[in-house]
């Protein structure tokens, strides 16, 4: 079993996930490619002491990009887990609030 600190590798601050964060109540982390819900949930709650009332996960492929002079350099990017976890109304993490 993982630790909680290894589930969550880091938030996903995007313009869609800021507005989750404002509108829906639901924040968006990049997670540990083994990472279970449950443990997704365990570890956000645990961590940040909020409730959590869903998790959804996807699996994101890996995807080629174009690099250089004449594009001919191709490299990869690598494929991540992404979790968006649905807080509890009333419920924020500090790490995606905006500035006041």
Known sequence: MRSIYNVLRRPL???K???QSSVLNQVVFEVDSQATKF???RAVEQLFEVNVER???MNLPAKRARKGRG???VTRRS???KAIVTLAPGETIDVFEGVQ
Do not use: D
């Open 55 to 57: 998790v959804n996960v």
């Open 13 to 15: 601050i995007t313009e």
């Open 79 to 81: 494929s991540y887990k």
């Open 39 to 41: 443990e997704i949930k």
């Open 71 to 73: 594009r001919k350099l």
């Open 17 to 19: 996930s800021s507005y």
